[in-house]
């Protein structure tokens, strides 16, 4: 099966090709695409399962047993993609949920959803080693769910970014202040956003309600579009950048009825062309979307499409009187 246009390195430095007039807007003015639990294409079906089990993952467990881990692989992945192919697609954006391992020694964190994946410092390094070669290209890395976690795996954490990520760390400012004019001057290329109270006072965490990400929680697309829109309207106007999640999100009866299909077959692929219409159908700049998320990135030419809006706001400004 081909990939979709958006996928492979055509977007690899997208944000470095804008013209001058959006790369002195700010970043929260633009349209950049994200992924939904980003780091979901490859889980661990010989590890435990994960402490953030939803309802539906603890039915899969407890009707299933030796056969719930591979059933549970269909629902618990989001994303095909790796992070250097989901970068080389153009997501700039990406949705991280970590853990610990109960019981084992040592401070090492996993990324998660439902199933342990990969190491943390795997995956960061990979996103720095994309950095190192495309240096105009800024990521959002959002860390919104922790579990399992003490204070010290916390500590190592923070450490860990600050470590791999260096003098490329943005700090945390006016979010108003923030263009790529003023991130390529700096030199900074990642902002990183930790919802927990362990990164207040580290001037390089940037705290969770500067990015909000209003989460719909439906299986109805037509429910979700509705939330989509209603929270652009109340969008804050100020201090914070906007995640629209265009995702849908399974229920028991839902896993129940497409067991054996899968999250991607089941829920999102019947789906994605109502998903894609009202994408198509948005506007970035100061009322509009900013950044949207989806799941199975690769499946549409989303990124492309996500990146393209913002010719939006350079025909608008050639519409302006002089």
């Given at each position: 099966m081909t990939r979709p246009a958006g996928i492979g390195n055509v977007h690899a430095d997208w944000m470095g090709?804008?013209?001058?007039?959006?790369?002195?807007?700010?970043?929260?003015?633009?349209a950049v695409p994200g992924s939904h639990d980003s780091f979901t294409f490859w889980v661990?079906?010989?590890a435990p399962v994960g402490p953030d089990q939803k309802v539906y993952v603890k039915y899969l467990a407890t009707m299933f047993s030796v056969l719930a881990k591979k059933v549970m692989v269909r629902w618990s992945m989001t994303q095909n993609l790796t992070f250097k192919e989901q970068l080389d697609a153009g997501i700039r954006y990406f949705d991280l949920r970590v853990s610990a391992k109960p019981g084992e020694l040592g401070n090492e964190i996993y990324f998660i959803h439902g199933l342990f994946g990969h190491k943390v410092r795997d995956g960061l390094l990979e996103i720095?080693?994309?950095l190192g070669r495309h240096r105009k290209e800024v990521v959002f890395l959002d860390f919104n769910h922790y579990y399992a976690m003490e204070a010290e795996h916390h500590v190592y954490l923070i450490s860990m970014l600050q470590e791999v990520f260096g003098s490329k760390l943005c700090n945390n400012c006016a979010v108003e202040n923030v263009t790529l004019d003023y991130l390529w001057e700096k030199k900074y290329q990642v902002i990183v956003f930790y919802h927990h109270p362990s990164a207040q006072g580290v001037p390089v965490m940037?705290?969770?309600?500067?990015i909000p990400a209003p989460w719909a929680n439906t299986t109805e697309p037509i429910k979700l579009i509705e939330f989509l829109e209603t929270t652009l309207k109340e969008r804050d106007k100020q201090g914070s950048f906007h995640v629209s999640q265009a995702i849908l999100t399974p229920?028991?009866?839902?896993?129940a009825k497409g067991l054996l299909w899968g999250l991607r077959s089941y829920l999102v692929e019947r789906n994605l062309p109502t998903i894609m219409s009202w994408v198509e159908a948005q506007k970035p700049g100061v009322d509009g979307v900013n950044i949207i998320t989806s799941d199975f990135v690769d499946l549409t030419d989303f990124a492309n499409i996500v990146i393209k809006l913002n010719n939006l706001l350079l025909s608008e400004q050639n519409r302006k009187p002089r």
């Open positions: 090709s804008l013209p001058s007039k959006l790369s002195a807007m700010p970043l929260k003015h633009l661990d079906v010989h720095s080693s994309f940037w705290p969770g309600n500067k229920t028991v009866n839902t896993v």
